[in-house]
Every structure is written in structure tokens, then in C-alpha cells.
């Protein structure tokens, strides 16, 4: 299978009917936990409108690393094709956007044989809606260096111990590498997914978030001087140390003090020192959506469903899916 | 008709009548008017006999909208005439346009000839109508000064055009609308509920930080006293491989669980089993329980499942 190392873009003639590769291979076995890291393959069934395309590559962006960033797919290519590639690859999650009906799903399926959990997308806005919207979006280098951190919340809640919720969890958890944390290092967490269940609705909110550390107690002018380097304007001040000590007003956005601090276990970087007390604070980035659970199927997008939402109303739609395999 | 040697420039004249088949207008005609009828009169130059040979061609092709063509060009040298109080750019109009009237009045000649023979009732027929159009007062109508007397078709057409053009922009818009249905533009993005989830979040991360900072602190102060350490060490790790070797793939429980018992305070365990609210974080507590670690031997735990709690639903394939 050494045709696989080629670059991407070599593919183009003869690669037409098989998705091209990654360009380099990350490491397969993550050499701290021992266990498998898991890859996984984002991609799209069917034609999707313009936004839908859009929300593609975000949930592309946001997998990184370890996801084929520019994967390309043709009309042609089936749901085997991938299969065929991602076993060689170590690929071991795809995430399948679709357009039925124009209803966008999102499809979370383990391969090679693995549960398909089907989602309904109610709702979803951009990442480029989201970063328009801020005042000042953020988006650091190797914001994409290292894999998120996912945050579930809300799928125990009333002690119920309902399946396809603790199915939902331990998917979702396992689509991201785990960390150990004696080892981790804390500059290495930068991004969070969140995943909110409303149990009412019954809908998942999705959030995705970086991280950004800021040092508490410490006046905002020093600690802009510190990070940004750049010489203040002493004009209006008789002497330093009216700048050092001015009282300055706290922002709108100062985050709640006691519960966002944490005291770090090593350096992050200049301003941000072990064990003083930084606040956490995360900015949006990423896609957002608001899903809901609508079939669990026991194989790849086939077999027998474990769950539906709405009952059996759904033998119109099986039919359509078996074209694609 | 004699050749001016420069037909563009005029001056205010009185008519001299140089043709004697033209009526006489018993109101003394205005300066642009004068201007225009001697205009007329002139042979035009030789370019503009190029222009009239070309457009005879051309005009020949359309015989249908032969009507309306003259009237819009009435109309139109009826709007550009009054509205330039310059004679030369009047005269220039009114030239082409009479060239142009002359062409279609003269069916089958298509030279400068036949244009110019016909200069004169052209001419006439452009007189009377102008002086029509001036006496006529201006009705303050929506569709903007209408000269001509076809005004009846000019506003079917107008209302027909308007019709398709609603059709077209409501089919686009609902195109459009469903092309983006579920995508939500964000109107306000900070608002409670936002809020409520980036405290969530927020927290999660406060947790971790602090798991790990337990943790790695407490590791480096052990590490002096290696015996220990190294033996708990051993034991998380055997713990943590030896489900994995049966397995494809599965969590790394982190060397989380024996400091559980010794070095985090168990009020950390406990907190999470009351919080079932809060579900784990990646080096989670939740698959420390033994009912979920089987849980990536995926077909067994998909069976046990399905029999347990959901009826199999033995449908052929899966939506679309």
C-alpha cells in the first residue's frame, strides 16, 4: 500500500475514484497511553448547499489533527471506498454531513463495523458567523496543533441511565484522543468541545471553544506591557509608578473570579507562571450547532436500528440509504 | 438640399423655407424648433449617411416591432429634444432620428437615397407630432411622462414585465430560503443561554487544570522517593493495558485511579458520583465503573442493547 504515501495532489489522475491520503502520517499509537488515537474521516453524502459546505470544513478544522484536512471526494465514491482506505489509514470514526429532504443530518459512525449514530441537525451557525459576530476573534497559530478536549454535560442527568445517551457518551469520547493527565502538558489543551444535553428538547448543543489563560490579580495594562511588548503611553502620568498602580476599571468582560481560576501546575508562557492563579477564559471558535439523536444503527450506516426517535415512521427513508452502499 | 459644410454648428436663425412643399406653420417656430426643421433640411453628412445605410440594414430585419420602434423613437427624440436647450446636441437627435424615422418610413430602399427622398415627409410627419406633443400637458401619471398614444401596450408590457419578474424573485427566495434552513445567522451572540454554556465549559476546563496540576505537582514531589511511587506506578499500568489488550480500542483510564485511593481526596469520587449531572471529562470517572468499561467490544454491547431495552427493528437499510 505504498501508493497511499503520495502527496495529495499527485492524486489527481489516478486517484479519481479513491479519496486521496493524508499528506503525512501521524502517529497511529499514542506513545504515552498506549492506546489507539483515533482518526477519523469527515465528509459528505449527497450534494449539499452552500452553508452546509461550509460547515464541512469547520468540522474538518475542528478534528484536526488527526483528520484528512483536504479530503476530497467525488460523486462516484461510496460509502465502501472510504471504508477500503480508512482501514490501511487507522481511520476509525467517519462523520457523514447529508442533505435528505433538505434536513442537513450529521451521521457519527465507528468503523469498521461500529454503531451509526444519526443526528438531525436542527440548527447551526458557521464558524465564520461566529467569528464575525465577536469583537475581536481570536485564533492563535497552532490553535489546530493538538487535539480539543471534549466537555459532555447533562447525559446522566436525573439518574436515568437511558442507553443511547451512555452510547452517545462513550462515542463521543472516543472520537478524540485521550490524555493522560500526569503527562499532558497544559499548553497542549487549547480547544474544548462541548457537548450540553437538554433533556427537556432533547437537543445537544455543540460548542467548540479556545482556550486562553490569563493571569489573575494582575493589573490589565501590566499585563498587556508583558504580552504585547509594546511601550505605553506615559504621556498623561507625572510617574511610573502612576501606571503601575492605577486603579483602571474592570472590564464588562471580567469573568466570575472564583470559579474560572486555577492555579497552574507549570510555566505556559511569560505571563501565565506556576502555581499563580490564572483565569480561565474561552472564546467561541468553531461551528455551533444544536442536534438531535435520531437513529442509532448497530453497523455502518446499516444493520438493524437500535433506536429511533420517532418510531417506526422511518421505512421510507431506510431505502434511499441502501443505494449508497 | 445643399451640402453645409458643417452641419453640426447652428445658429439661431429664422426658417428661410428652402422647400416649398413644407407647410407653413402659421406660429412662428421656436429656436430649437427652427433649429431642427433647418436641421432637416440639410444633406446630412457623409458619415451620417453611413450611419443611416447601416441602420437601414438593420432596420430591415425587425418589421414587426416597426411600430413600436417608431413610437419609442418619437418618444424618445420628444423627450431629448426639449430636454437640451443645446441646438447641437437637439439637432445631432433629431438628425439621427429623422435618418432613422426616414429609414423605416422607406420600405424596401435600403440606400441614403431612399433616406433622404423621404427626408421631407419625415420631416413633416416629426413637425406635427412634436407640435403636438408640446401642446399636449403632461399628465402627472406613475409611469412618468408617456408621449407617445400606444399607451395602453407600453404599460401591458410594463405590468407583464413586473409579474415575471415577482414570479422569479419569489421562486429564488424560496430557493434560497430552503437552501439555508437550519442555518442560523447569529443575531445576538452573548446571550444568557451562551453564557450558561461557556460557564459549563468553563468549569470542565477549571476541573481538569486542576486534576492535572494535582497531580503533576504531587508527582514531582514523589518522584525523590522512587519505591512507592514506582510500584503504584507499575499497577496503574498494568491496570490500564491489560483491558486494552483485548480490545481494539479504548479510553486510557489515565493513572488516575490509584491516586484516587491515595493521593486525591476522595471527596473528588464523590462529589462526581452525586454530580451525575456533570458528565466526565476525558479521564473520566464514568468508565471506571464496571457495566461500561466492556463498552468498545462494540457488536456485544450493540446486542445487549438491542435486546435489553429496544426492540430490533429488523428494517433492510438505513435512511438516507
Known amino acids: 500500500m505504498a501508493r497511499f504515501k503520495h502527496n495529495a495532489r499527485r492524486n489527481k489522475k489516478w486517484g479519481s475514484a479513491k479519496p486521496p491520503v493524508l499528506k503525512k502520517q501521524p502517529p497511529s499509537v499514542d506513545h504515552v497511553t498506549g492506546s489507539k488515537i483515533p482518526k477519523s474521516f469527515v465528509f459528505a453524502r449527497g450534494k449539499l448547499p452552500g452553508p452546509l459546505k461550509q460547515l464541512e470544513l469547520d468540522l474538518r478544522k475542528m478534528m484536526l489533527p488527526y483528520t484528512a484536512l483536504k479530503l476530497k471526494e467525488k460523486k462516484r465514491n461510496t460509502l465502501k471506498d472510504f471504508l477500503n482506505v480508512a482501514g490501511p489509514m487507522g481511520v476509525t470514526h467517519f462523520l457523514i454531513l447529508s442533505n435528505p429532504k433538505s434536513v442537513p443530518h450529521l451521521r457519527v459512525a465507528r468503523t469498521p463495523q461500529g454503531p451509526t449514530l444519526t443526528f438531525e441537525i436542527h440548527e447551526y451557525a458557521l464558524a465564520a458567523d461566529i467569528a464575525r459576530s465577536q469583537s475581536r476573534p481570536r485564533c492563535p497559530q497552532d490553535l489546530f496543533k493538538n487535539s480539543p478536549l471534549i466537555v459532555l454535560s447533562g447525559f446522566g442527568a436525573g439518574g436515568q441511565h437511558l442507553k443511547h445517551l451512555e452510547l452517545m457518551t462513550i462515542m463521543f469520547q472516543n472520537i478524540f484522543p485521550t490524555i493522560d493527565i500526569n503527562t499532558v502538558k497544559l499548553a497542549s489543551c487549547q480547544r474544548i468541545v462541548l457537548l450540553n444535553y437538554n433533556s427537556e428538547e432533547k437537543l445537544i448543543d455543540f460548542r467548540h471553544y479556545s482556550v486562553r489563560l490569563q493571569p489573575v490579580g494582575v493589573s490589565r495594562r501590566i499585563r498587556k506591557l508583558v504580552q504585547n511588548h509594546q511601550v505605553p503611553d506615559l504621556r498623561n502620568l507625572q510617574d511610573v509608578s502612576d501606571f503601575v498602580t492605577k486603579a483602571g476599571y474592570g472590564s464588562e468582560s471580567e469573568p466570575d473570579e472564583e470559579a474560572a481560576t486555577v492555579s497552574l501546575a507549570s510555566d505556559l508562557d511569560r505571563v501565565n507562571r506556576a502555581s499563580t492563579k490564572s483565569a480561565v477564559r474561552l472564546q467561541e471558535i468553531g461551528p455551533r450547532m444544536s442536534l438531535r439523536l435520531v437513529k442509532i444503527e448497530e453497523g455502518l450506516c446499516s444493520g438493524g436500528v437500535i433506536f429511533t426517535e420517532f418510531g417506526k415512521g422511518d421505512g421510507e427513508a431506510n431505502t434511499a440509504e441502501g443505494e449508497e452502499d | ?320
Open chain 2, 1 to 320: 438640399m445643399q451640402a453645409d459644410p458643417n452641419p453640426m454648428k447652428r445658429k439661431r436663425k429664422p426658417i428661410k423655407s428652402k422647400n416649398p412643399k413644407k407647410k407653413k406653420t402659421t406660429t412662428k417656430p421656436s429656436g430649437a424648433m427652427a433649429a431642427v426643421a433647418e436641421a432637416k433640411r440639410r444633406k446630412p453628412s457623409k458619415r451620417m449617411l453611413k450611419l443611416f445605410k447601416k441602420r437601414a440594414q438593420n432596420y430591415h430585419s425587425d418589421s414587426d416591432d416597426d411600430d413600436e420602434e417608431e413610437v419609442v423613437e418619437e418618444g424618445r427624440r420628444g423627450e431629448a429634444t426639449p430636454s437640451d436647450g443645446n441646438d447641437e446636441d437637439g439637432s445631432a437627435d433629431s438628425e439621427r432620428g429623422g435618418g432613422s424615422e426616414g429609414d423605416d418610413e422607406g420600405d424596401g430602399e435600403g440606400g441614403h437615397r431612399g433616406g433622404i427622398t423621404r427626408f421631407d415627409e419625415g420631416c413633416r410627419a416629426f413637425r406635427v407630432a412634436f407640435s403636438k406633443i408640446m401642446k399636449r400637458k403632461l399628465p402627472n401619471d406613475a409611469l412618468g411622462p408617456m408621449l407617445s398614444a400606444h399607451k395602453k401596450l407600453v404599460v401591458e408590457k410594463l405590468v407583464e414585465e413586473e409579474a415575471e419578474h415577482k414570479a422569479k424573485g419569489e421562486a429564488k427566495k424560496e430557493k434560497i430560503l430552503a437552501l439555508e434552513k437550519g442555518h442560523v445567522k447569529l443575531a445576538n451572540f452573548l446571550d444568557a443561554k451562551e453564557k450558561s454554556l461557556i460557564k459549563i465549559a468553563t468549569k470542565g476546563v477549571v476541573r481538569l487544570f486542576n486534576e492535572v496540576s494535582k497531580a503533576q505537582i504531587s508527582q514531582r514531589g514523589l518522584n525523590p522517593s522512587r519505591t512507592k511511587v514506582a510500584k503504584e506506578l507499575a499497577k496503574q499500568r498494568k491496570r490500564t493495558f491489560s483491558p486494552e489488550l483485548k480490545k481494539s480500542s479504548t479510553q486510557g483510564h489515565g493513572d488516575h485511579l490509584p491516586f484516587n485511593s491515595s493521593k486525591l481526596s476522595n471527596s473528588v469520587e464523590k462529589e462526581n458520583d452525586d454530580e451525575l449531572g456533570w458528565a466526565p471529562l476525558r479521564d473520566s470517572y464514568m468508565l471506571t465503573s464496571s457495566k461500561l468499561k466492556d463498552w468498545d467490544k462494540m457488536p456485544d454491547p450493540a446486542a445487549s442493547v438491542g435486546q435489553d431495552v429496544f426492540p430490533m427493528e429488523s428494517s433492510s437499510s438505513d435512511e438516507e
